[in-house]
Structures are given as C-alpha cells and as structure tokens.
C-alpha cells in the first residue's frame, strides 16, 4: 500500500525539481517512509546545530514541528517545504 503524496496533488516533488542536495536528501527520507525526524536527526539533515534549529522554532521562523507528548519531532514533508521556501526567497540570517 502506498501512502499518498505529503508534497499534494499536482505539486511537484521537491527531489526532482530541484538540484539542492539538502532538499534532496530531506525528499529521500520521505521516500524512505521517515514521516518525522527527532530535532538532532533535523538539525543534522538541515546541516544545522541543534542550538540554531532550536532558535528557529522558538521564533517561529524555522520549520514546523510537532508535540508528540514530551517529545517535539519535524515531519520531513514539512522540512522540505520549509527549506524550499526559504531556498526560493533567498533567506540567509544568523539564527544563533
């Protein structure tokens, strides 16, 4: 059985059309079935301390994460959108 598409219907898959290889290692986590990765695995797939990732959410500017009871995980769909969009606007800053 094959999950249906995180990126949407008719919404390109960011591993095929972009050449970022952070975006598209983030793309083969999904296609691999990781839904979700811990904020170390996250920081380390955006090539991010966790410190600065941890900066990021904490001011609503990095990517979304999720509350599973006491523990925070970022769904690697919503990694790719986010990365994608600031990749697109051209968004650089030091988050630390």
């Known amino acids: 059985m094959s999950l249906p598409s995180p990126f949407g219907p008719g919404k390109p898959n960011p591993s095929t059309s972009t050449t970022d290889p952070l975006i598209q290692a983030l793309a083969r986590l999904l296609a691999e079935g990781r839904l979700a990765l ?8 955006l090539n991010i301390s966790q410190r600065t990732l941890w900066n990021l959410t904490n001011r609503g500017e990095g990517p979304p994460s999720v509350r599973l009871g006491s523990l925070t995980v970022y769904p690697v769909a919503d ?5 994608s969009h600031r990749a697109a606007e051209g968004v650089r800053d030091a988050a630390n």
């Open 79 to 83: 990694l790719v959108a986010w990365l």
């Open 38 to 45: 811990r904020p170390s695995n996250a920081a380390r797939a």
